[in-house]
């Protein structure tokens, strides 16, 4: 069955550039949710978008910005990166129908 | 205090055997709950659904208690590829999910 799809799936920018990263839900599922996991952390919900319209938001920095597009995928945008940022970034899917989230294999960010 | 509390474990058993552990959640609003597990630096894979009636999915039962808010994870004839951090996670009536730290269990030959 169609996962998730994340890119990049590796990520290496210094400080104060952008980072884009895009995830491809899995097919007819309309909602979009991104979480980012620190090491040794929980993974910590971003934001999320349903029909394209932001839906929820969690402990997302203001230099961070998300959207979804008309076919479903979503790019969380990410400027001005700090060492902090470095994580692993899950996306995840569902349908609105069905709460059960389904998690793309993430990308993982390191800022230098 | 996290929203999620988990047994942080480690839990190490040999296989064959029969391992469980619980979590607890704070907000009585909480509608929707699940469990997850994690490999080191993989995603987390959604292992099942809980109910209030309780469930089960082969070797996995996952009971829900609403009164005292707590969730339990019982793995029965415990396998090598059961080793990984099994996250407790809950849903309020929104989209995020609160993950609990997990519990890690390693099962040994």
């Known amino acids: 069955a169609a996962g998730v799809i994340q890119s990049p799936r590796h990520l290496i920018k210094e400080k104060r550039e952008t980072a884009t990263l895009k995830c491809y839900p899995i097919p007819r599922h309309d909602t979009v949710y991104w979480y980012q996991q620190g090491p040794g952390q929980d993974p910590q919900f971003l934001i999320s978008f349903y029909e394209k319209m932001q839906s929820d938001k969690g402990s997302i920095p203001d230099r961070f910005s998300a959207q979804q597009f008309s076919d479903y995928h979503s790019e969380l945008n990410m400027s001005s990166l700090e060492l902090g940022d470095s994580a692993l970034y899950f996306c995840?899917?569902?349908?609105?129908?069905?709460?059960?989230?389904?998690f793309g294999p993430g990308t993982r960010l390191t800022v230098t | 205090r996290k929203e999620v509390e988990q047994d942080p474990g480690p839990f190490n058993v040999p296989e064959g055997a029969t391992v469980a552990f619980n979590c607890t959640y704070s907000?009585?609003?909480?509608?929707?709950f699940f469990w997850y597990r994690q490999d080191c630096r993989k995603e987390p894979k959604l292992l099942m659904s809980?109910?209030?009636s309780g469930n089960e999915d082969g070797r996995f039962t996952a009971q829900l208690n609403r009164a005292s808010q707590y969730i339990s994870l019982l793995i029965r004839d415990s396998k090598l590829s059961d080793s990984a951090t099994y996250l407790c996670v809950v849903n309020r009536n929104d989209y995020k999910l609160s993950f609990g730290a997990g519990t890690t269990v390693t099962v040994r030959a």
């Open positions: 907000n009585s609003a909480s509608q929707s």
């Open positions: 995840a899917s569902s349908s609105h129908l069905n709460r059960e989230q389904y």
């Open positions: 809980v109910y209030s």
